[in-house]
């Protein structure tokens, strides 16, 4: 299960209040003031984990309070500090108050942590207004008040290139070809209905993380489909592999097929349309062998490619290393 917005409440600890009381002891006559100052209450603090990969944690669990400071007492003792509250929220949480709309923050690094509501101060006791114009204050101030907000958290994947094509155009295949994700495959479109990431191993202790996204139609920046969905995580990656099937069921062309979706990309965004783009020719294996390079080459033409596209097959595994090496370059994971 894949679930890629929440929607949680957080509220800080509300600062303890001040103490008023005078020191009352048998052998000192003139104690004076001394009631101390309240805690300070919790903070709510958002931390990127790396070891989270969803939001689902969420879907049982919405409201996330700190505690609050104690109350200053007499003898001059200070009310304990409220305990602070950690979220742990997966890399590529972007989180906004919902109510403004601000974005408050966009956690990509494992570790940040973001004070996301800031626990209230501690009210000051009597023993804090002592002077030798007052000497028996009995005034004293409450704790500040707690902040309560409602945040709006979007996970955006993060992952080194994403796989873009139309549906049934093979991703999941490759996916499961190149890693060991066990991604959702079938002969019919949208087997993946939501991402899944995968981990490819490249000779020389080298790692690619591949983010197979769901298909793509027309009127994708518009909102048809699963657009808004499959756009907003692939603005994450740092390359495209668009994989254009050689062979689809239904007869269409290929090569229009990978105009339309670059149409849908630069709709949606001038960035988007301009992340590094490796194409690949995928179902090679139902090409007879003597056709094939022909094949690809009018494909790429066709498409009017500067390079000829790589041709693979998820299937069989054929020309798959050649395409992660392409991947790896595109990426540039090693800059």
């Not at 008040?145 to 409602?150: G, K, S, Y």
């Not at 790692?207 to 518009?222: F, K, N, Q």
């Not at 990309?265 to 992340?275: T, V």
Request: aromatic share 6%; hydrophobic share 40%; proline share 5%.
């Amino acid at each position: 299960m894949f679930i890629d917005r929440a929607i949680i409440k957080v509220r800080s600890g509300k600062g303890g209040d001040g103490c008023s009381h005078m020191r009352r002891e048998k052998y000192v006559p003139k104690g004076g003031p001394d009631g101390g100052d309240g805690g300070r209450g919790g903070d709510v603090i958002l931390v990127g984990d790396s070891h989270l990969d969803t939001l689902v944690e969420f879907r049982y669990r919405m409201h996330f309070f700190a505690k609050d400071g104690e109350r200053g007492q007499g003898k001059s003792w200070h009310g304990r500090d409220g305990e602070s509250i950690r979220v742990p929220l997966p890399l590529g949480s972007i989180v906004r108050d919902r109510e403004s709309g601000e974005m408050l923050v966009d956690l990509t690094e494992p570790g940040r942590e973001f004070v996301v509501a800031r626990g209230g101060r501690g009210g000051f006791g009597n023993e804090h207004f002592k002077s030798s114009t007052n000497q028996a204050p009995l005034e004293t101030t409450a704790g500040e008040e707690a902040q309560e907000r409602t945040l709006e958290i979007e996970l955006k994947l993060i992952a080194d290139v994403g796989l873009v094509g139309m549906p049934n155009a093979g991703k999941s295949t490759l996916l499961r070809a190149v890693s060991r994700a066990n991604a959702k495959v079938g002969d019919y479109p949208f087997t993946t209905i939501s991402p899944q990431l995968g981990i490819a191993e490249l000779p020389g202790d080298r790692r690619l993380v591949v983010a197979d996204l769901p298909g793509l139609i027309e009127g994708a920046a518009e909102g048809a489909g699963l657009g808004h969905d499959f756009l907003r995580h692939i603005e994450r990656t740092r390359a495209i592999v668009h994989l254009v099937d050689a062979m689809p069921l239904d007869g269409g062309d290929p090569a229009e097929r990978y105009f339309a979706i670059r149409r849908e990309l630069e709709a949606f965004s001038a960035d988007l349309a301009r992340k590094p783009e490796v194409v690949a020719i995928n179902k090679i294996d139902l090409i007879p062998a003597a056709e094939r390079d022909a094949r690809v080459r009018a494909l790429g033409a066709a498409m009017r490619l500067a390079t000829k596209p790589i041709a693979i097959s998820g299937a069989t595994g054929d020309g798959v290393a050649a395409l992660l090496e392409a991947c790896w370059k595109a990426a540039r994971v090693d800059a």
